[in-house]
C-alpha cells in the first residue's frame, strides 16, 4: 500500500510534462510575434528616421507596445495607403515616419482598440525614391534609393560607372530647398583633392544625373595616325601630338596650326606652341615639310 509521499511523488511525475507544455504554450504567441533587433534592421539611421517621408514602395515594419498581434509588415501602396489591422486603410505616403506613428497611434486610441498605444515604425527597405542616371554611362537608367546615404559616387556606381568617352564633368540637377538646383561637377577632383570631397553630395529622390560626351581634339595632316580623340586634362599641342603618334617623315613641327572655334562661331587659324594647350574641338593640322 502507497503512502502518502509515495502518491504525491507519483502525482508531480505525472503531472510536470504537461504543465510544462502549457507553459510552452502560452509563450509560443508571443515568441512568434516578437521582434529582436536581428530581426528588425532599418536601412535608416535614428537621427534621419524621424524625418524621412515614406513613398510608394518603401517597406515599412509597424509595432505597438505590448500588443505583438499588431505587428505588421507591408509596404506602401502607389496611392500611399496601407492596410492596418483593426483600423483598415491608413494614408500615411508622403508623411514624416514620426507622422506616420502618431497618425497610427491616434487611429488605434480613437477606436478603442488600445489605449494610449506607443507605435514605432521601422523602414526596412525604401523603393519609392529614385533617380535618373543619363548620358556617357555603362548602364545608364532609373534606380531606386535604398538608403538616404546615397552619395553621388554612389549612384555612379549603380549605373556602372562611366564609359571612357564621358566626359570628367558630372552635372546633378533636381530640387534643393524648393528650387531648381544645377550643379557642375568635377568628378576626379573629388577622390584627388580633400577639400573638393564636399562635392560627392546626397543623392535626393527625382535628382538627374548626367555625363556629356568627352571633349575632342582632331587631329590630321603629317601624322601617323590621324583622327579624333579624347582631348584629356591640360593636354598641350606636343601631347596631342603624341596621341596621333607622332608626324610622319614628311611632317614638320615648324607649320603646325590649330583652327579654332570662336565664341562667335567663326573658325581662326593659329600657329601654336608645342607647349601651348589645346582646347576642346580644336583642329590641329600638322603641314608637310617643304624641304
Known amino acids: ?17 504537461h504543465a510544462l ?9 508571443a515568441e512568434a510575434h516578437k521582434v529582436t533587433p536581428a530581426r528588425v534592421q532599418p536601412i535608416l539611421a535614428a537621427n534621419e528616421l524621424a524625418e524621412y517621408a515614406l ?15 499588431l505587428t505588421l509588415e507591408t509596404r506602401v501602396s502607389e496611392s500611399g495607403f496601407i492596410t492596418y489591422p483593426l483600423i483598415g486603410a491608413v494614408k500615411i505616403g508622403g508623411m514624416a515616419v514620426s507622422q506616420s506613428e502618431a497618425r497610427i497611434a491616434k487611429l488605434l486610441e480613437d477606436g478603442g482598440f488600445v489605449i494610449k498605444p506607443q507605435v514605432t515604425v521601422y523602414v526596412l527597405q525604401i523603393r519609392g525614391n529614385s533617380v535618373s542616371v543619363l548620358g556617357q554611362f ?12 546615397t552619395h ?28 531648381p538646383f544645377h550643379k557642375n561637377i568635377d568628378l576626379p ?17 527625382g535628382d538627374v544625373i548626367y555625363v556629356h560626351r568627352a571633349p575632342q581634339v582632331y587631329i590630321y595632316g603629317e601624322v601617323q595616325r590621324p583622327g579624333n580623340f579624347r582631348l584629356e586634362r591640360d ?5 596631342a601630338l603624341a596621341v596621333g603618334g607622332g608626324l610622319t617623315p614628311k611632317g614638320t613641327q615648324r607649320h603646325i596650326r590649330v583652327h579654332r572655334r570662336a565664341p562667335d562661331g567663326s573658325i581662326k587659324e593659329i600657329e601654336p606652341k608645342l607647349d ?4 576642346p574641338d580644336d583642329v590641329v593640322y600638322v603641314r608637310e615639310s617643304i624641304f
Open 1 to 17: 500500500m502507497l503512502t502518502l509521499r509515495q502518491i504525491l511523488a507519483v502525482t508531480a511525475v505525472t503531472l510536470l510534462p
Open 21 to 29: 507544455s502549457m507553459a510552452n504554450a502560452q509563450e509560443r504567441p
Open 55 to 69: 513613398g510608394p514602395g518603401d517597406s515599412i515594419r509597424i509595432q505597438v507596445f505590448q500588443n505583438p498581434d
Open 138 to 149: 555603362n548602364r545608364p537608367g532609373h534606380f531606386p534609393l535604398e538608403t538616404t546615404q
Open 152 to 179: 553621388l559616387s554612389d549612384a555612379i556606381a549603380l549605373a556602372g560607372g562611366i564609359m571612357p568617352t564621358g566626359s570628367d564633368t558630372v552635372v546633378l540637377v533636381g530640387i534643393r530647398d524648393g528650387r
Open 189 to 205: 577632383a573629388i577622390f584627388m583633392s580633400a577639400e573638393s570631397g564636399a562635392d560627392d553630395l546626397l543623392i535626393q529622390s
Open 235 to 239: 593636354m598641350t599641342v606636343m601631347q
Open 276 to 279: 601651348d594647350a589645346v582646347q
